[in-house]
């Protein structure tokens, strides 16, 4: 799994992005003038110690918040320069999310719950499309059942699939197996590493954990948000083993 070696364009770059929270003696740097670069269909997995700015950098990638200082692109749209309704249009278009919380709604079946991103956006969600992403997720026997009617794995699945559906240029995960446990979460980890290899797709996912990380092209770390290094096609335990070392590192 380790990257490939042709040059592609990238999906995403950021460019000495910085980014503050409060003011005078309580302001916070979160990101201290990051520079990354996530190539077209690759799988890059985003570690650090707790505080490390990986939240930060993975919500000012996606424009879901604005840097306070420096540039992102996604393809060649400048985020920063896009007031908010055009991000949001953005976001909504060009963009998918899933978290570590599966955020479906109770009420509507694994069908509607996928299809809310089209209807959201003034379109008729077409049946064939919705039934495709839930078939290539593993639910299409599911489309039918509510969130309560489905397991973690499953929910997970749907909202992987709800991410999809709109066929986003970059797909970005906040510790989306967080919630499930080791099985399930390499069904899901599987099935984002075969979006890559498969349809070229871009992911980009925070992640605690080593094995979740080993599925990635590359791993970059953070501290103190600043980028502290990188591994490509690296094992469980060779993340694990560099982890070790970010966090013996005294603040």
């Not at 099935?191 to 498969?198: C, F, K, N, P, T």
């Amino acid at each position: 799994m380790g990257a490939r070696g042709e040059m592609r364009p990238n999906a995403i770059e950021l460019h000495a992005v910085s980014r503050e929270y409060g003011s005078g003696g309580g302001r916070v740097t979160a990101l201290d003038r990051v520079s990354l670069a996530f190539p077209t269909g690759s799988f890059t997995a985003v570690m650090g110690p707790s505080g490390s700015g990986k939240s930060t950098l993975l919500q000012c990638a996606a424009g879901l918040d604005r840097p306070t200082s420096g540039s992102v692109r996604l393809g060649e749209t400048e985020l920063t320069a896009l007031n908010e309704r055009r991000l949001t249009l953005l976001r909504r278009e060009r963009v998918g999310f899933v978290f570590q919380a599966f955020n479906l709604l109770p009420s509507l079946t694994a069908e509607q719950n996928v299809a809310l991103p089209l209807r959201l956006a003034g379109r008729r969600p077409p049946k064939a499309r919705v039934r495709e992403v839930l078939r290539q997720v593993g639910l299409g026997e599911r489309a039918g059942h509510r969130p309560s009617q489905l397991s973690g794995g499953q929910q997970q699945r749907v909202a992987l699939a709800r991410a999809l559906v709109t066929r986003p240029e970059v797909l970005f995960g906040d510790e989306p197996t967080g919630a499930l446990d080791s099985g399930t979460g390499r069904e899901v980890l599987a099935l984002l590493r075969g979006m890559v290899d498969a349809e070229g797709r871009t992911v980009v996912m925070v992640t605690h954990d080593p094995v979740a990380a080993s599925y990635a092209d590359r791993v970059v770390f953070l501290v103190d948000g600043r980028v502290s290094g990188e591994l490509t096609g690296a094992s469980a335990g060779e993340i694990a083993g560099h982890m070790t070392t970010l966090e013996a590192v005294p603040c």
